[in-house]
Structure formats: structure tokens, C-alpha cells
């Protein structure tokens, strides 16, 4: 028998491998599954495993196929033939670009205005997951104690929503835009800096929309 969570587990990945031909990434299991983190998803996923539902394939991280399915289901989807999924055809090579939409400067400060302008921006296809994505030039040392520097290229991940913890492109008042970790402080929404110099923002959360998640970040010399 399966707990509920190894069954919703169990069927996520079979839907997708069904619907793209490729496993999702240990974030998206997590993200489906509404877990806190991915030491979760590796649990659950060595218990699918010691009851012979899944198995990792060999020399292809984070490719998994499913053996079977609980009975009564359909038959299992074949194995992944590619460790993570994508919304639509992208370049496999390393050395791969693709271009993503530049919407000029964020603060990881003080906020300014953002999301202005929409210039083509070359980034390495390895370097983004699945969804839709923009860039951003950062601006400000607010995040250094996240390893995100003034000059520095954020490449976002379009999302409304986000989850405790994560760094986001918060958009306060429908002006102004903001780098920033986000946090729930009560009945408010806070936005925390990575660096001490800096105090933390908070703000009602009808004054807050949260515009894309922190997926990666390039740095030009």
C-alpha cells in the first residue's frame, strides 16, 4: 500500500512523463506536491522505489520510469528520455543560447522602476528550467549576502505567486519593482534584503504583486 503522498507522487510523474516524455525535476515535485523541500521528494521517491514502482535510470540524473501503478490504473508511461521537462523545444547543447526578454533594471535596494523595456537577451539553454522567463539587470547591493551583485543579470522565472523563503520580483504599489526574499509577517507581506546594512520592507498584500521567481543569475567581466 501507498500513503497518499507516494500515490500523488506516483501519478505526477507518470501524467508528465505521459504528457512530455521526460521526469520533472526534483523542484517541480515538490512544488506539486506543496512539500517544504526536496529531502521530502528524495523520501518519497526512495520509498516508491523499495516497493518496485519506479526506478532511477542509469548514468541520467534525475531520470526516472515508472514500473507500475497502483491497481486499477492505466499502464505506467515509458521511461524519461530526458532528465528535465520543457514547455516547448529548446537547444540541448551546452554551449546553446536562446534569447529571453531584457526588461532593463531591478533594485536590490531601495525599489525603483522596472520591468521597463524589452530588449533580447542571449542565456545559456542548460541555465533554465521549464516555464516562461525574463532578464533583469540588477541594481543596488541590497542581496550580496545572496551572492547577487550590482551589474549582475537575474533571470526570472514568471510566476504570481510565491512560497516562504524564495527570492522574488516583487512589484509594490503597480510602480514600483524589487528584489528581494520573501516572507509572511502576520497579516503582512515582508521582504527581506541579504545584507545588514538594509532593513526589511513590509507591506499589506493587496500593495504586493509578485511578478517571477529567482531562477538563475549571469555575471559578465
Given at each position: 500500500?501507498?500513503?497518499?503522498?507516494?500515490?500523488?507522487?506516483?501519478?505526477?510523474?507518470?501524467?508528465?512523463?505521459?504528457?512530455?516524455?521526460?521526469?520533472?525535476?526534483?523542484?517541480?515535485?515538490?512544488?506539486?506536491?506543496?512539500?517544504?523541500?526536496?529531502?521530502?521528494?528524495?523520501?518519497?521517491?526512495?520509498a516508491l522505489e523499495?516497493?518496485?514502482?519506479?526506478?532511477?535510470?542509469?548514468?541520467?540524473?534525475?531520470?526516472?520510469?515508472?514500473?507500475?501503478?497502483?491497481?486499477?490504473?492505466?499502464?505506467?508511461?515509458?521511461?524519461?528520455?530526458?532528465?528535465?521537462?520543457?514547455?516547448?523545444?529548446?537547444?540541448?547543447?551546452?554551449?546553446?543560447?536562446?534569447?529571453?526578454?531584457?526588461?532593463?533594471?531591478?533594485?536590490?535596494?531601495?525599489?525603483?522602476?522596472?520591468?521597463?523595456?524589452?530588449?533580447?537577451?542571449?542565456?545559456?539553454?542548460?541555465?533554465?528550467?521549464?516555464?516562461?522567463?525574463?532578464?533583469?539587470?540588477?541594481?543596488?547591493?541590497?542581496?550580496?549576502?545572496?551572492?547577487?551583485?550590482?551589474?549582475?543579470?537575474?533571470?526570472?522565472?514568471?510566476?504570481?505567486?510565491?512560497?516562504?523563503?524564495e527570492i522574488v520580483?516583487?512589484?509594490?504599489?503597480?510602480?514600483?519593482?524589487?528584489?528581494?526574499?520573501?516572507?509572511?509577517?502576520?497579516?503582512?507581506?515582508?521582504?527581506?534584503?541579504?545584507?545588514?546594512?538594509?532593513?526589511?520592507?513590509?507591506?499589506?498584500?493587496?500593495?504586493?504583486?509578485?511578478?517571477?521567481?529567482?531562477?538563475?543569475l549571469i555575471r559578465?567581466?
Open positions: 500500500m501507498l500513503t497518499a503522498k507516494q500515490r500523488e507522487l506516483l501519478i505526477f510523474i507518470n501524467d508528465r512523463l505521459i504528457a512530455t516524455g521526460v521526469s520533472p525535476s526534483f523542484d517541480e515535485m515538490r512544488e506539486a506536491l506543496d512539500l517544504k523541500s526536496k529531502s521530502g521528494v528524495h523520501r518519497l521517491i526512495s523499495e516497493r518496485k514502482f519506479i526506478r532511477r535510470l542509469p548514468n541520467r540524473a534525475r531520470a526516472l520510469e515508472v514500473l507500475r501503478l497502483p491497481d486499477g490504473m492505466a499502464p505506467p508511461a515509458p521511461a524519461a528520455a530526458m532528465p528535465l521537462a520543457r514547455p516547448h523545444p529548446v537547444p540541448t547543447p551546452a554551449n546553446d543560447t536562446i534569447e529571453i526578454p531584457l526588461h532593463g533594471r531591478i533594485a536590490a535596494g531601495t525599489p525603483i522602476e522596472a520591468l521597463q523595456g524589452t530588449e533580447a537577451f542571449a542565456v545559456p539553454a542548460a541555465l533554465l528550467g521549464p516555464g516562461e522567463h525574463y532578464a533583469l539587470e540588477v541594481s543596488g547591493d541590497s542581496m550580496v549576502e545572496e551572492g547577487i551583485l550590482d551589474g549582475d543579470y537575474a533571470l526570472i522565472r514568471k510566476v504570481d505567486v510565491a512560497r516562504e523563503g520580483v516583487a512589484l509594490i504599489d503597480g510602480e514600483e519593482a524589487t528584489l528581494k526574499t520573501y516572507r509572511r509577517e502576520g497579516q503582512m507581506v515582508r521582504l527581506d534584503p541579504a545584507n545588514r546594512a538594509y532593513e526589511a520592507q513590509r507591506y499589506e498584500p493587496r500593495r504586493v504583486a509578485i511578478q517571477g521567481r529567482l531562477a538563475g559578465r567581466y
